[in-house]
């Protein structure tokens, strides 16, 4: 026969761990701030878009290292950014890998909608020049890492930028703007 005091614990551990009002959900923070989420909205060209994923990949990196040294540009920054994004170091490298893969994402959807479009050469060129920048300094954090969810946050970010640089590669240079002159009048326009 069951104890009956035995079988009240083991129900009232059950109710605890399956009817706690926890949420796994709670546990999932966003890759944006508030405020970086706002700029997104605001930048509405995908050339605009990507230098803020670029500015937002920048905070983390700031985030992960911040010093003394840099107090100036984070001041700077913060009126329109808003402060440094908080998190742990794990939180913040996912913050990165998930970056790169939201930019990767609308660089993706505007390739399928409108490729021709003026600013889309502009748009990877900019995401290319970030991840050229994003590439030694996920590599000294992999040097760093000591946690397996670190690292396969880093290295997903890699493989990110590599794709993103070899994309680039495709898209064509943009064309040289040339000073258009006036023809000079014509005595017949007269």
């Known amino acids: 026969m069951f104890n009956n005091k035995k079988n009240f614990s083991l129900l009232i551990l059950l109710v605890a761990v399956y009817g706690s009002p926890f949420d796994v959900n709670a546990q999932r923070r966003d ?21 803020v994923f670029v500015k937002a990949i920048d905070r983390r990196f700031l985030a992960l290292k911040a010093d003394a040294s840099q107090a100036k540009q984070i001041e700077k920054d913060s009126e329109l950014w808003g402060e440094l994004p908080v998190g742990t170091r794990l939180q913040l490298l996912i913050d990165i890998e998930k970056l790169l893969d939201e930019a990767i994402s609308k660089i993706d959807d505007v390739a399928a909608r409108d490729m021709k ?22 590599k000294a954090q992999l040097d760093n890492a000591t946690d397996e969810k670190e690292k396969g946050a880093i290295i997903t970010a890699i493989e990110f930028c590599n794709q993103i640089i070899q994309a680039s590669g495709k898209v064509p240079k943009e064309e040289p703007k040339t000073d258009k002159k006036k023809k000079p009048k014509d005595d017949s326009d007269n």
Not at 32 to 47: C, F, K, N, P, Y
């Open 31 to 51: 890759h944006l701030t508030g405020q970086e989420v706002e700029l997104v909205r605001e930048a509405q060209q995908i050339d605009l878009r990507m230098k």
């Open 117 to 138: 479009s003026e600013f889309f050469p502009k748009a990877v060129r900019i995401l290319s020049g970030g991840a050229n920048r994003f590439l030694p300094q996920l």
